[in-house]
Every structure is written in C-alpha cells, then in structure tokens.
C-alpha cells in the first residue's frame, strides 16, 4: 500500500509538499512526548495520507494513529510509563515498588534506552589531559563516576 503512496507523492509535488508538512508536525509533536518517528512511519498514518491528499490538513486524532502503528506502540507505551514516573504519586511508583530488584534494574534501563541520548562533544585536549590526570589520583571505586561527570566515560 506505501508503493502506491511513493508513487502518489513522486507524482504530485503538492502532495508531497503536503506529505512533509504533516510529516514534520507529526514527527514534533510525537518528539514532545518522547517518541521517535520517521518519515516511513508517517506514511502508514491515515490521518497523514489524508492530509496530503486532501486540502483539509493534519487532523488531532494523528498522533494517537500513530501511537497505534506496531513499531511505535511499544515506544509509546513506555515514553507513557517514564512521563508517569516523573509525578510524585502515581500508580508507576507502586507498580515499581511491587517488583524485585533486578526487575527495577532492567526497568530502568529499558527506560534510559528509550530516552533520546544526548550529543556530547568532545572535551578540548587540554581539559580532556587535565581529567586524565585528576583520574588518575582518584581511588578505582571513584574512578568510572567521575569519568563520566567529566564527559571521559
């Protein structure tokens, strides 16, 4: 069905102007709660297709369409769990509390992999030496925390 789609929007530049309009507010609005789509995701959204076929614009009901696509509902779902963490007393934290330690750590790495990671750039090379040396003389327990309050780990 998306070859047919392709084909539309190779065809007509209007569409396809129309296409990466709705596609950009999309992608946006879904970057807003902590999901991550791409334009292929965009083209299987009916309200999306819509949009470029028709003069009537991207509808509200398109994020929740693509909150249904199967590669993206599981994202959704935990972009939710995290948003719900972030309240003081939600039903997450007993959800949590229920769960043995190793559970909560595999939890909460699911959860810091489902973040968008943040670029670092790279320490200037006196810094970088400056660190290297303060490392050095720190204890091995303390070593790999302060690597990475420094930006070396």
């Given at each position: 069905m998306?070859?047919?789609f392709d084909s539309i929007l190779k065809a007509d530049h209007l569409a396809q102007a129309r296409f990466d309009a709705?596609?950009?507010k999309l992608i946006a609005d879904a970057a807003?709660?902590?999901i991550a789509l791409t334009l292929d995701d965009c083209k299987?959204?009916?309200s999306v297709r819509l949009a470029c076929l028709t003069d009537m614009g991207l509808t509200d009901a398109a994020l929740e369409e693509a909150k249904r696509l199967p590669q993206i509902?599981?994202?959704?779902?935990k972009a939710e769990f995290a948003r719900q963490l972030s309240e003081r007393n939600s039903a997450a934290h007993a959800e949590?509390?229920?769960l043995n330690p190793s559970q909560r750590l595999k939890l909460?790495?699911?959860i810091e992999r489902s973040r968008p990671q943040e670029e670092k750039s790279p320490l200037p090379s006196e810094e970088a030496h400056a660190a290297m040396l303060a490392l050095q003389s720190l204890p091995p327990s303390a070593r790999l925390s302060y690597a990475r309050?420094?930006?070396l780990a």
């Open positions: 998306t070859e047919t709705a596609s950009a807003q709660i902590g299987q959204v009916p509902a599981a994202a959704a779902q949590i509390a229920q909460g790495r699911e309050k420094v930006g």
